[in-house]
């Protein structure tokens, strides 16, 4: 792996990027996406793909679609070797920026596996709440999920604008 002091460039994941980002995904997860569902995020013309590369070697890939008005973050994906080194934190910071979000306008959701504290902290400085839990949701293990969302009112500390969650 390439030393941490050599810029992170964070572009536009592409489908000539799809060998590194299937070799990416079975080295990070148990249940690793299939190319075909790359594929079919990178054929969405209103999603958010982004790759983050260290040195032209791909170390991360984020997919994003969008629903209606709200953002879908469904893949965040860091190799272990460059972990804990701000990748996930500059794949996170693109997208907000290019989904408006940096103005705290967008609605944001994601998924995150209650025992992964990592996530979840990133997810939270980057203004995101858990607002409930998605039962048995991980096929590798039964483990639920957490539902995390990042708008207007979470980064006040309140969720009076995600739907379907009392305030």
Known sequence: ?????????????????????????????????????F???????????????????????LICSRYDTVWHVMNVAVDPAARRRGVASALLGELIERVGGNGGGAQITLEVRPSNDGAIALYERFGFLSAGRRRRYYQDNGED???????????????????????
């Open 145 to 167: 999920a957490l539902v995390m969302w990042r708008t207007p009112s979470t980064l006040e500390g309140r969720m009076d604008d995600i739907p379907n969650v009392a305030s």
């Open 1 to 37: 792996m390439a030393a941490t002091s050599t810029p992170l460039k964070i572009r536009r994941l592409t489908y000539a990027d799809l060998p590194q980002v299937i070799a990416l995904e079975r080295r990070a997860f148990p249940t690793p996406w299939s190319l075909a569902m």
């Open 39 to 61: 594929v079919l995020e990178l054929s969405k013309t209103s999603g958010v793909c982004l790759a983050a590369l260290r040195d032209g070697e791909l170390v991360g890939h």
